[in-house]
């Protein structure tokens, strides 16, 4: 952490807080969801930059988050006795048992933390406690990308198929969708950021965090002096998880519907690059890389459609070749990391 | 339709698809195992081989355009494995996850120049004459049809793997190979252009996916995201093979195959996929390191 880095943040987050003056809605909303995917790149930092683990399934958390809070939504907007729209499309009579606890807010807003916190617990409990490592862990969470995808597209009378869950009215007995609401929504992400960065800060500097890198940068060499890499790992990437659910609530309460096209593979990789983009190791650049490269592909593909596949294509080589980390001018946005071990003396 | 017709259509289907799949980890193992390099443009390499394979259709409209399309969806990708390579993989050895992540860049830019060039919906290879027809049985077996073309498919996925072997086993080119997987610096040291080796065996891996591709176009028509459909479970059969090692690969492939047709029996398409995903999760907490377990002293392996 750079010296002026604290005070750089804390102008940005007065930014942040007073956009809804200065910014149209339409950009506030697009600001809005931004900032709300840059809760799963603060996740991937820790889980990826600092920790070594490259998940390419974030998108399953992010649905989970999404999904669970999309089906109180749905639930709220009915009268008693009633049936979501699509189950009713799709032949179904009575609500299922799962659904049923979800018309509870308080019940909803735990799931976001707890579905996929325990998702990404186990997941990493699999993973992690029989020492699969490196590109083995991030095939299997994308094949896991890919089979969650498939699954929710499948069971439609369930999940509402491929147009997944959106048409919502109320949330949290408040008309859903108005001008208020967006600002409100907005504020709340602004916060959940704002505290993800802080805790991260902190986090950055505890005993515990710079184990999590000694164990990134060396796990046998961790584990000949005495530290079981599991449980550093296990946390990392339950965090990961847990911040991708969050961000999935509060991007399905910004765009109004949640989708098997966001939680799958595409999604899932595309991800990785915001943080690639930040430099995977910086929280601040997490922030930036998402919502500066997320405007960018609003304007240009709006402006050029066929235009982003190839930009998007260059810029996952060019990060790759040139990593935001090795650049010399902006020392602004490089996370403080004395060199490794392996860069010292070579490996 | 009698059980043991059902039963063998099943595993026929079974051998079908494990045999597609062989045709698509077979390079990715190769290039995974030698080099370390996840190769994610692996399933454009499939992709560019089936619009070559349209090409030759394009260019001689008979049956006979299948002998000017292998040898051309082969000889095209091989070229552009090498180029590759030469130009962007080099740069990368000893990063796997950022082979990952600058070759996902790759089939990006391939799916899209492929969008426009060819259109974002499917093109069409016929299948010569005698590759279009089926083998009905009759009798106890009556309801069971197996195409021709399937067949063929499997016999080419076996084909590539037998010259794939040879190659390896039985050459000097796979000679130095195994030398440079074995200890790339002795083999460095004991003269080997370990480089060039490096750069042949992607171009080769990549030759066999677009071999594998003008053999697919046979079944279903080539689209922009064609081979995205395949690389996921692709590497998983890399993985359940373990790693670097052909005859893991080829058991994986079929183990996929026949269970996910088996499990197609009993649940649906999707619900299959995560049972087996769920298999491979389960297998690996068994043995971490795959089926066929290569042994090394390494202390960090990638």
Known sequence: ?347 | MGDTALFLGQLFNGVSVGSILLIAALGLALSFGLMRVINMAHGEFIMIGGYLAFLAHQIIPSGASLWLALPLAFVGTFLLGALLESTLIRRLYGRPLDTLLATWGLSLILQQAARQIFGPTGVEVTAPAWLSGAINFSGALSGLTIPHVRIFVIVLALLILGGLLLLINKTRLGMLVRAVNQNREVASTLGVNTRLIDMTVFAIGAGLAGLGGAALALISPVTPTVGQSYIVDAFLVVILGGLGSLAGTTIASFVVGLFSAGLQTFTSVSFAKVLLLAGVVAFLQWKPKGIVVMKSRALEEA
């Open chain 1, 1 to 347: 952490m750079k010296k002026f880095t604290l005070p750089f943040m804390a102008a940005l987050f007065l930014v942040l807080a007073a956009a809804p003056a200065i910014l149209d809605g339409y950009n506030l909303s697009l600001l809005g969801r931004f900032l709300a995917l840059a809760l799963v790149t603060l996740g991937l930092v820790w889980c990826w930059g600092k920790g070594g683990v490259l998940s390419l399934g974030q998108g399953v958390f992010f649905g989970l988050g999404g999904y669970a809070i999309a089906m109180h939504l749905k639930l709220m907007g009915l009268p008693a006795g009633e049936i979501p729209d699509f189950m009713m499309w799709n032949g179904m009579s009575d609500l299922p048992a799962w659904w049923a606890p979800f018309k509870s807010p308080i019940f909803a807003v735990a799931m976001v933390f707890v579905i996929p916190g325990i998702a990404s617990f186990i997941m990493a409990n699999l993973l992690f406690r029989r020492r699969i490592t490196g590109v083995y862990v991030s095939l299997i969470t994308q094949a896991v990308a890919l089979a969650f995808a498939t699954l929710l597209t499948s069971q439609q009378g369930v999940t509402g198929g491929f147009n997944g869950l959106t048409n919502f009215t109320t949330l949290f007995g408040a008309n859903y969708g108005t001008p208020e609401m967006q600002k409100t929504l907005y504020w709340v992400t602004v916060g959940f950021v704002a505290l993800t960065f802080v805790v991260g800060i902190l986090l950055e500097r505890t005993y515990f965090g710079k184990t999590l890198l000694a164990i990134r940068d060396g796990e046998n060499r961790s584990r000949y002096l005495g530290y079981d890499p599991v449980p550093y790992k296990v946390f990392a990437f339950t965090l990961a998880g847990i911040l991708a659910g969050v961000a999935g609530a509060l991007f399905t309460l910004h765009v109004g519907v949640i989708s098997p096209a966001m939680v799958g593979v595409v999604p899932s990789i595309e991800m990785v690059v915001w943080a690639a983009i930040g430099g995977r190791e910086s929280l601040m650049g997490a922030i930036l890389g998402t919502v500066l490269i997320n405007f960018a592909k609003d304007r240009i593909s709006t402006a050029l459609p066929d235009a982003w596949l190839y930009i998007m294509g260059v810029l996952f080589m060019l990060v790759v070749l040139f990593p935001p980390q090795s650049w010399k001018l902006p020392r602004l946005f490089k996370a403080s990391k004395k060199p490794t071990f392996k860069e010292v003396h070579g490996d």
